[in-house]
């Protein structure tokens, strides 16, 4: 399919895509189930720790809150089936909670490419890390290794932020 531009290329050859702001991410003009448009759109929706699912389908997405809506953003791509989901700050408008059952839906993913200030969010998903600074590679390798043996003040920085942001995330933590 390379070479082939995205319309064209069969639907599980498409990445699907979370992007950070979910206000312009959804259609205002169409309800949450007709944005969804899957038999188990309900189910989609529990998987990322919404309830009432009903009332959400029937909503359009400005009567929900921006972390319901990055939800309903997530289970849409989760919707699509693709083989690979770019997720740009998924979880930022969500709480603690949500945080933990977004990771969970995202886990399920057959491939991630997360974009996040946020590691983590970033060592609970990825195998691999890239960090940029100013649009330049610092560190890129395992997580597991990079995690470990930091190179770069930056991503040791991120580690100490991480480590200090909020105590109850290290209990949800995996």
């Known amino acids: ?6 319309p064209r290329r069969p639907r599980t050859a498409r990445p699907a895509m979370v ?8 259609n205002p003009m169409v309800t949450v189930g007709r944005q969804l448009r899957t038999p188990d759109a309900s189910a989609l929706l529990e998987r990322v720790g ?6 959400i389908l029937a ?3 400005l009567e ?5 809506r990055q939800r309903v953003c997530i289970a849409v791509a989760l919707a699509r089936e693709s083989p690979l989901v770019i997720a740009d700050e998924p979880t930022t408008a969500l709480d603690v909670l949500s945080q933990a059952r977004v990771l969970d839906a995202l886990r399920e993913v057959a491939s991630l ?7 983590a969010v970033a060592a609970q998903l990825c195998d691999h890390l890239m960090v940029l600074d100013s649009g330049r590679i610092v560190e890129s390798g395992s997580t597991a290794v990079i995690l470990d043996t ?6 040791v920085r991120m580690l100490d932020r991480a480590r200090t942001a909020d105590p109850f995330r290290q209990l949800v933590a995996r």
């Not at 919404?50 to 009332?55: A, I, K, V």
């Not at 929900?64 to 319901?68: A, K």
């Open 150 to 155: 930091p190179e770069s003040d930056l991503v």
């Open 19 to 26: 992007f950070q702001d979910s206000a312009t991410a959804l």
């Open 1 to 6: 399919v390379a070479g082939v531009p995205t």
């Open 59 to 61: 909503s359009h997405p």
């Open 50 to 55: 919404l309830r009432d699912t009903e009332r």
């Open 64 to 68: 929900l809150s921006g972390g319901q």
């Open 113 to 119: 490419l997360l974009i996040t200030h946020d590691i």
